[in-house]
Structures are given as C-alpha cells and as structure tokens.
C-alpha cells in the first residue's frame, strides 16, 4: 500500500494517485513540513481538534508518524460512520453483559457466604442433643438442631423424636418442605381434615417433600425419628387455629 493510499484514500481505499504519474511528481515535491502543515489543517478542519493540543508542538517527524498512523481511521470513520457506531454500541453492550454477569457472581458468592458458613459440622448419633420440641408442634416432641436455625434466613437441618401416636394436626408451609425418616414409622396425609384411613405410611429411609402452601397431617406408628430440611425462616401454620399449640398456652 502506498503513502497516498494510506493518507488520502484511507485503509483498503484505492487512490487515484496511484494511477495518475502526474499527481504523484506533484505529491513529491512537498517537503516533510508542508506534508505535516497539510495533515494539521486536516485534522484541524474535518476531526475538530485544537491546534493548540500539546500532539501540534512535537518534532515535525514525529508528529507525522503518528498523523500517518490515525489519520486513516479517522477518515474511515469519517465516511463510515454507521459501521462503526453499529460496532462500538456492540462492544458497549458487551461491556455491559459482562459487568452484570461479574456483579450477579458477586453477589451469589456474597450470598453464598452469608448462608453457608464456612464451618462444616459431623454428626455421630451419641453428638446428637435432644430438647423439647418447638411451641408450634404438640407436645410430646423432641428436635435436635444439626444445621443452621430455622428461624433465620437459610438453610436448616434439623431431627424430630415422635412418640408413638405423636399426631400433627392439618397444616401448611409457606416454603418446600422436605422429610427423610431415619426410624420408625411416618404416616403422611393430604387435605385439611385429619383422617387416617387416607394416609401413606413411610418407613425408614424414606424421603418426602411438599411443595408451599400444600396442606397436609401426620402422625408416628411407633417411636419414630424424621429428619427435616429445608430454608429458613421456617413456619408452621395450622389449617384450624383451635389445633395451634400455640393459641393454647
């Protein structure tokens, strides 16, 4: 590519220079300082730049080097301007994808800190500490705590003793519910009446889970044990307030 190609025709642009040997004896007559005088007044009259910049007051050689350099593209952009903006709001909007992506990981790694602590815990059956079971489940109940608190936001993992007979009136929760039994016998039911005959027995090993809001009773055939997880803050809400322990006290 020649001289005139690159600065009066642009990147990729044939001049008409090139086939003309007359306007080629007439280029060659400027000296390095009209050729820079030229590219000032240019880039003065069509890019809008100020002639006092600092880029005006360096070497003459210099200064066209580096004029030789921009020049095309500017002229490119000058008579392409759609192209181009059409790839600058591209690359712009991929900006943009990248630093929601970078703020959304952020935020799921901050999130992630605050709900699973660092901490890991192991847990043989003599480590396991019983107490009273909760104010909104009759009594008679045992729970041990192994994870987390359901009574604040994130996960939880905790184990309830049953009596045999132990019976949990119809009720609801208003996040999933899940149930693994470790022992014994854990009958399920769904509706808001409590009624045996229509219920699913669960041996151990089984696992469960009930989607919110779905309203279900259960009752323990024999000292039973059932493992409950889920995400906190946990709630129970009794389908008929008369059968909240709570409203009892």
Known sequence: MSLTEGVRGGFGHKSAADE????LKILSRYTPGRICSILRATLVSSYGLDNSQSEFKSPPTLW???SLIVLPFLDLIRREPTFYLTRIRAIQRQIAVVVALTIALGALVIVQSTTHPQEHGFFQLADIKWIDGPA???KGAKVALL??????EGPFTMRLQLADGFKIPPHWHPAVEHVTVISGTFNFGMGEKFDTSSGRALTADSFAF???GMRHFAWAKGETVVQVHGMGPWK???VNSADDPRNKN
């Not at 994870?147 to 604040?152: I, V």
């Open 20 to 23: 003309n040997p007359h306007e």
């Open 147 to 152: 994870e987390g608190n359901p009574t604040q």
């Open 136 to 138: 909104s489940l009759p």
């Open 210 to 212: 009930m989607p919110p």
């Open 236 to 238: 129970i809400n009794y």
């Open 64 to 66: 066209l080097r580096r």
